[in-house]
Antibody
């Protein structure tokens, strides 16, 4: 079955960086874009961007441009999201999600379990 | 950015009630909208895609409608397991944006 398994909880100091991983199994890693979505405590989800695991191409929300890097390692079917220059506003649960897209129709059909990133001095 | 204005932000309802949640887009987005249900501590779950298509395995009491700028999620006959927070998501223009959410709780 399809699974997205994320790395564990992180606690970082302001100004540091965090790298979250998302290892997929149960399907061909190359076939579906992976998105990153974060959710601050008590808030709604916020879309961060996506990576095409096949080509490595990415699109990120302008809000995060220059501060976020989305990469992948096809040999281990894993996507990564690195966020730099952290502030307390980056405290959130970070999700990876598979965007299922076929015949011009798309939706998130599988999600990782979420990774809590806490930024605190 | 395309703003998705979701209303109401919360509502109290009883089992068996009909519930309607609305998202209004700041510009036309065709039918590029999905609806997601989220329970505490869990990832969102897809209910409706392309504004009105029911996700496989989702009960038929859930339905979606709309196109352009107005979208609606309806739950016909609320069940105990439906008490959760609901979000719309537009994927027509970058950045993709979610509505602010509607928390449905027990009256």
């Amino acid at each position: 079955q399809v699974q997205l398994v994320q790395s564990g909880t992180e606690v970082k100091k302001p100004g540091a960086s965090v790298k979250v991983s998302c290892k997929v199994s149960g399907y061909n890693f190359m076939n579906f874009y992976l998105h990153w979505v974060r959710q601050a405590p008590g808030q709604g989800p916020e879309w961060m961007g996506w990576i095409n695991p096949d080509s490595g191409a990415t699109t990120t929300a302008q809000k995060f441009q220059g501060r976020v890097s989305m990469t992948r390692d096809t040999s281990v079917s894993t996507a990564y999201m690195e966020l730099n220059t952290l502030t307390s506003d980056d405290t959130a649960v970070y999700f990876c999600a598979r965007w299922y897209y076929i015949f011009s129709v798309g939706y998130y059909d599988h999600w990782g379990q979420g990774t809590l990133v806490t930024v605190s001095s | 950015d395309i703003q998705m204005t979701q209303s109401p932000s919360s509502l109290s309802a009883s089992v068996g009630d009909r519930v309607t949640i609305t998202c209004r887009a700041s510009q036309g987005i065709r039918y590029d909208v999905g609806w997601y249900q989220q329970k505490p501590g869990k990832a969102p779950k897809s209910l409706i895609y392309s504004a009105s298509s029911l996700q496989s395995g989702v009960p038929s009491r859930f339905s979606g409608s709309g196109s352009g700028t107005e979208f609606t999620l309806t739950i016909s006959g609320l069940q105990p397991e439906d008490f959760a927070t609901y979000y719309c998501l537009q994927h027509n223009g970058y950045p993709w944006t979610f509505g602010q959410g509607t928390k449905v709780d027990i009256k």
